[in-house]
Structures are given as structure tokens and as C-alpha cells.
């Protein structure tokens, strides 16, 4: 069965503009969690997203915001872009709850922003 | 909430020497422990995974211990090959209503052929 899969894998913004990433969780999932992958910090947990209801957040600011679809893809989006968003966007799915079982990682959205 | 620390950051060893990475937690009520291993240009995958109830679990060369009481849990990769070269993870699953999973920081494992 098909993966995890993540739209754009690559993208370039500047300062101030805002940004909307694609997750796609594996058929059946009900589950997506997002989290902030950079080198000095590792994965840092942006916030969960169960059967469209926003289950757990993570310590961001406001501008990092998400929403998940009826048939369980989700986005999420980032206004305002600082230099320090700069960072690779993982997503991953899971059958129930993120803490219950396996997660799957999607292969990640590489944002640079200039 | 929780927090995991993971040691070391980096670690070298040559083919066929085991490796060891370290992860201690800080909520007591943690009970599940998966490990992931990420290479080059990929999400991470999980390898192994513990839940509190079990001290240690085994995968051919892959096993990993957990020590409640120290609130420390370890993975061991014995007769190490260069593909097992990538970075790993460990994490630790908070309780009081979040459930979400904590990352340590990771291990960038190098195995030299």
C-alpha cells in the first residue's frame, strides 16, 4: 500500500510570505502529526490532527496552523515566514492516536526561506 | 511535560562492532518507546519499539532495554554494517492527556567499512 506522501517535497519562499504544505497519510489512517525537523532542535511536534479535530499542539506561535480533510489529508500553513521557519516538515500518520503505535513518516517538505 | 535526552550525537564505530545509544526520560508515566532510524533524504522508520511493561525486546541484530526505575532505555545494534549508517531516534510517549510523542535529538551513527 502506498506511503506517506508530502507536496512539495522542495520549496523557496521569502521573508513575510506564507507557505501551505500537503500531507496525504497512508489509506485507513485516521491520524496526522506534524513536527519541525532542524539540526540543532530534531523533531519538534507542531501539532496532531484526528479525524479533523486538532488533538495536541505543540509550542509554536500562531502563525503555524493546520487542518486535516474529511478523507484525512491534511495541510498545514505558515504565515508571516522568518528566516528561522527554514526547516524540513515531516509528516506522519498513524492507524489511531500518535502515541498509541507506529508512526509513518512521510519523506518531508525541504522550506527555505531567503 | 516530557523530556528526552539522547547521548551521544555522534557516534563512529567499524564494521562489525556493536553500537549503543542512551535516552533517559522525565515523566514517569511514560510507557511507550519507539526508536527510529532516518537516512539520507527520507522520513524517519521505526525499527523497534518497547512498552513499559517489557524490559527488553529483540530483532535479529537490533534490540533495545528500558530501565523504569532509572527512567533510561537503550538501543543496541550488534554486528554493525555500513547500511546501518543513518541518524536515529528515540522517543518517549507523554501522558496527562497529550499522548504525543517526544523526540530525543538524535545520533548520527557512521559505521566504517
Known amino acids: 500500500k502506498a506511503g506517506v506522501t508530502q507536496t512539495p517535497r522542495y520549496l523557496i519562499k521569502t521573508r513575510g510570505q506564507q507557505v501551505t504544505l500537503s500531507c496525504s497519510p497512508i489509506?485507513?489512517?485516521?491520524?496526522v502529526s506534524w513536527y519541525q525537523q532542524t539540526p540543532g532542535q530534531g523533531l519538534q511536534f507542531l501539532f496532531e490532527?484526528?479525524?479533523?479535530?486538532?488533538?495536541n499542539k505543540g509550542n509554536f506561535p500562531g502563525r503555524f496552523s493546520g487542518r486535516q480533510f474529511s478523507n484525512s489529508r491534511s495541510e498545514m500553513n505558515v504565515s508571516t515566514l522568518e528566516l528561522g521557519d527554514s526547516a524540513l516538515y515531516l509528516c506522519a500518520s498513524s492507524l489511531g492516536l500518535a502515541g498509541s503505535g507506529e508512526q509513518f513518516f512521510g519523506p518531508g517538505t525541504r522550506l527555505t526561506v531567503l | 511535560g516530557e523530556n528526552v535526552e539522547q547521548h551521544p550525537s555522534t557516534l563512529s564505530v567499524q564494521e562489525g562492532d556493536s553500537a549503543v545509544i542512551k535516552c533517559t526520560y522525565s515523566?514517569?508515566?511514560?510507557?511507550?518507546f519507539p526508536w527510529y532510524k532516518q537516512e539520507l533524504g527520507k522520513g524517519p522508520q521505526l525499527i523497534i519499539d518497547?512498552?513499559?511493561?517489557?524490559g527488553e525486546k529483540k530483532d535479529q541484530r537490533i534490540a533495545v532495554t528500558l530501565n523504569k526505575t532509572a527512567k533510561h532505555f537503550s538501543l543496541h545494534i550488534t554486528e554493525t554494517q555500513p547500511e546501518d549508517s543513518a541518524v536515529y531516534f528515540c522517543?518517549?510517549?507523554?501522558?496527562?492527556?497529550?499522548?504525543?510523542?517526544?523526540f530525543g535529538k538524535g545520533t548520527k551513527l557512521t559505521v566504517n567499512p
Open positions: 490532527y484526528f479525524s479533523e479535530t486538532q488533538r
Open positions: 518497547i512498552r513499559s511493561n517489557v
Open positions: 489509506s485507513g489512517h485516521r491520524s
Open positions: 522517543a518517549a510517549q507523554e501522558q496527562g492527556g497529550s499522548e504525543k510523542l517526544v
Open positions: 515523566d514517569s508515566a511514560s510507557n511507550y
